[in-house]
């Protein structure tokens, strides 16, 4: 198995064969990152009847081996996604000659324990660092009042109560839950269902938690973020996330342990959030348990659209994860934004390409004509000057490229992947996807991880996100830097070629190119 297929990504985490959709269950325990996911090991298809949790270890965030998928579905259902913990203090008592270990909490899908209600929470623990896993006999934990949608458990420990939270989603709101034990639930509260511009879809994979404000340990802010389901369009009249289907948003508020309040409320479409601003960025929830001396708010998310995530060109395996992000609250003119910043343990896969600094860019040339690559990482930062548009082309020739641009009328990042290679399989797939973002200082900085089937665009650092798949032909390898209606100075550009997590070889090849 050397990951060499047409489109298969060289560093963004792919099952070896078959069905992939949200990551679940991320939580790092002696000293790994441990990455569950919606998997079905023998469909290429979503089939939610056979749903599992696929696993994944790692111990950089970069490197991941792929391990048994465990949580198979059984009597109780499907196993859909939700979330896991280190039980630290075994409030639990699943731990008893053990000290701690992690649990579970997940829905089970098509549960046929109460008639008409198929969706309830269930738990699961592991006394081997997640390895095996033993379903709770006292299971579901959780059963649904009246609603069918009633999913997706992302629980933490809550210090200042000293109580364990579950954020769920359920239809057209988020609800809270407590617990002194994971294994005994009390509604606490609900948020959402009034919130407009929210509610195209179906509320799905909720993740609450603190973080610090600008990185001030004295200053906290809870986030909450929540996926909403493509779904045909449960409520018509309700606005698209940007870049159409399935999308991401969060909100900024407090938590007192029981109800989460907005700091601003949400008085028009225009003043909902969004995370994500391309069209594959989905179901993203954070690590649970990241050791306090990091502390770091570290996410992945599954690089797909729910309005065509069944039809993907691919072939062995369907589905795969973003590149690990770290988020960040900063605060802007317009108030408090959540950024995202690719984690840095990626760079331990880069090496330096080339460099430029401070050329001017012209219609009709371009620096870049001699270089070939697929996969990489370029940052670049321009000085807006007369063009009216410039950026990079990327996985180019004759008749493919992909296109991360700056519109400086509109003040827009865009990615246009009409012309980015196969894009027939689904008539919503060819388009163009912007994002605000406002020079500083008359500059706009762009980093662009691309590899053999995506690009993640980093705009204004981390401000503005567009998350794509794409799929080229491999030898769609050009590169083209480009300015259009006038000039536009190039502060600064640096490339780095990306290797595979899979084959250390590629790197080898990068470095033979570069004659060393
Ligand atoms: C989100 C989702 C979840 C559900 C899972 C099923 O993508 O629809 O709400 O638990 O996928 O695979």
């Known amino acids: 198995m050397n990951y060499t297929e047409k489109f298969r990504p060289q560093y963004h985490y792919s099952p070896q064969k078959n069905w992939m959709n949200d990551p679940n269950g991320m939580v790092y325990y002696e000293n790994e990152y441990h990455l569950f996911y919606?998997?079905?090991?023998?469909?290429?298809?979503?089939?939610?009847?056979?749903?599992?949790?696929?696993?994944?270890?790692?111990?950089?965030?970069?490197?991941?081996?792929?391990?048994?998928?465990?949580?198979?579905?059984?009597?109780?259902?499907?196993?859909?996604?939700?979330?896991a913990v280190v039980d630290t203090q075994n409030t639990s008592g699943f731990f008893d000659d053990y000290g701690s270990g992690l649990v579970a909490i997940y829905t089970n899908n098509d549960n046929k324990a109460q008639p008409g209600k198929p969706q309830v929470q269930s738990i699961a623990y592991s006394r081997d660092k997640g390895r095996t896993w033993t379903k709770y006999e006292g299971n579901p934990v959780l059963f649904p009042e009246t609603t069918l949608d009633f999913r997706d458990p992302k629980v933490f420990w809550h210090e200042d109560t000293s109580h364990w939270i579950m954020t769920l989603a359920v239809q057209d709101r988020v609800e809270f839950y407590t617990s002194p034990n994971l294994k005994e639930w009390a509604f606490a509260s609900a948020f959402g269902a009034d919130i407009i511009g929210t509610h195209r879809g179906v509320y799905e994979c909720p993740d609450l938690f603190s973080i610090h404000v600008d990185g001030d340990p004295n200053q906290k802010k809870w986030v909450l973020i929540l996926s909403v389901g493509d779904c045909n369009g449960v409520n018509p009249y309700e606005p698209e996330p940007p870049a159409g289907g399935s999308g991401m948003m969060y909100f900024v508020g407090s938590f007192d342990g029981k109800t989460f309040t907005l700091d601003e409320p949400i008085l028009s479409v225009h003043d909902v959030k969004?995370?994500?601003?391309?069209?594959?960025?989905?179901?993203?929830?954070?690590?649970?348990?990241?050791?306090?001396?990091?502390?770091?708010?570290?996410?992945?998310g599954w690089m797909n659209n729910w309005r065509y995530a069944g039809t993907l060109p691919t072939d062995k395996w369907r589905g795969n994860a973003s590149i690990p992000r770290e988020l960040k609250l900063r605060t802007y003119r317009e108030g408090l934004r959540l950024v995202q910043e690719p984690v840095e343990e990626l760079r331990r896969i880069g090496s330096p390409l080339m460099a430029l600094e401070d050329v001017t860019l012209v219609p009709d040339t371009n620096l870049l004509a001699d270089i070939t690559i697929n996969n990489a990482e370029l940052i670049a930062e321009f000085e807006i000057g007369t063009a009216t548009e410039f950026g990079m082309k990327v996985r180019k020739s004759a008749d493919?490229?992909?296109?991360?641009?700056?519109?400086?009328?509109?003040?827009e990042l865009f990615v246009d992947r009409t012309k980015s290679g196969t894009t027939n399989f689904h008539p919503d797939f060819a388009a163009k996807h912007q994002a605000p973002l406002r020079p500083v200082n008359n500059r706009i900085r762009m980093s662009i991880f691309m590899d053999w089937s995506s690009v993640e665009v980093f705009g204004g650092e981390?401000?503005?996100?567009?998350?794509?798949?794409?799929?080229?032909?491999?030898?769609?390898?050009?590169?083209?830097?480009?300015?259009?209606?006038?000039?536009v100075k190039l502060v600064s550009l640096q490339i780095n070629e990306l290797g595979s997590i899979w084959r250390d070889e590629v790197k080898e090849e990068a470095h033979a190119y570069r004659g060393h």
């Open 38 to 83: 919606q998997h079905t090991p023998f469909a290429s298809q979503p089939d939610f009847g056979k749903m599992h949790w696929g696993h994944a270890v790692s111990s950089d965030l970069v490197h991941w081996e792929e391990l048994e998928a465990s949580l198979p579905p059984g009597e109780d259902g499907a196993i859909f996604s939700g979330s």
């Open 274 to 300: 969004w995370i994500d601003f391309g069209s594959d960025f989905y179901a993203a929830v954070t690590w649970s348990d990241i050791p306090e001396g990091d502390g770091r708010k570290l996410w992945i």
């Open 400 to 411: 493919e490229e992909t296109v991360v641009g700056y519109d400086t009328l509109n003040m």
């Open 462 to 487: 981390g401000l503005a996100v567009i998350s794509d798949m794409i799929f080229p032909a491999s030898e769609s390898n050009g590169l083209e830097l480009y300015a259009v209606g006038g000039g």
